[in-house]
């Protein structure tokens, strides 16, 4: 494994590559659900790729962009001993110069849900993930569905940019009381985390009412909030379809129901695709 923090180092180290590449961008402090894209990517690819770079254009102000976890000797280490070939690690000075050129998130799926929430954050993240994957030269670039909309948001960049790389979606991976595992797990405490779990939890009830013939999205999001009142403040219930346009109905095999809640210090978020 080579690391690499460079732009010219990973142009060089890109050229020594022949054969399908999988790509991993991630903000590092690296933990399970990680690791399920990680292994994903080296089963389907002939090299592997790993970005750990905590970009400042996809935090707003006041965010935690200074406090954001970053553990880089033990994601060194998760990334050998799960056979990454390149692990890149730039400074933030070799991604960026003053008065870029900026891609901009689309204007209304870009800017509803996390967008609304997030303003700009969309645009910054679309911006790095453009970056990334030229600069990688990914076969196949590998996202969580715990970010539903930044996974919808960068298909469309590839698509409406006829970028030649495939985003594989991957599922959400879970601690085994259902917690969505994030890299700012870490700021909950032992009672924050227990309450954290109505989340999924309410995620839970949402899919057991439709399997029970519910589909009307009003009657759903009404029973989430009351399992959500264990939260300290709820930003968002939503229910969409995969392309993120507001739905009245559940339609089985292309919905995705999402929430955004406060509990303790960090903000969460989880979603599940029905
Ligand atoms: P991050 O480091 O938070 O930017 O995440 C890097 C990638 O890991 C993104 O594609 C996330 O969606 C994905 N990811 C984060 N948490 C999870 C999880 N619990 N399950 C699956 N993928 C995840």
Known sequence: MIIVRTIKEMQEAKKGLSGSIGFVPTMGALHQGHLS?????KKENDHLIVSIFVNPTQFLEGEDLDAYPRREEADIKICEVAGVDIVFMPAIGQMYEKD???IGAPAIRGYILEGEKRPGHFDGMLQVVMKLLNLSGATRAYFGKKD??????????????FMDVQI???EIVRDEKGLALSSRNVYLSAEEK?????LSRALKRASKMVMAGELAVSVIRKEMRTVLDEADK???VAIVDRAFNALEEIEIGNT???VAAWVGKPRLIDNIWI
């Open 100 to 102: 870029e050129l900026c």
């Open 148 to 161: 539903a909309q930044q996974l919808v948001l960068i298909a469309q960049m590839v698509k409406n940019y």
């Open 194 to 198: 227990e309450r954290a779990l109505c």
């Open 168 to 170: 594989i979606p991957c």
């Open 37 to 41: 894209l990680i292994q994903q990517a």
């Open 256 to 258: 995705i129901i999402l």
């Open 234 to 236: 709820v930003e968002y």
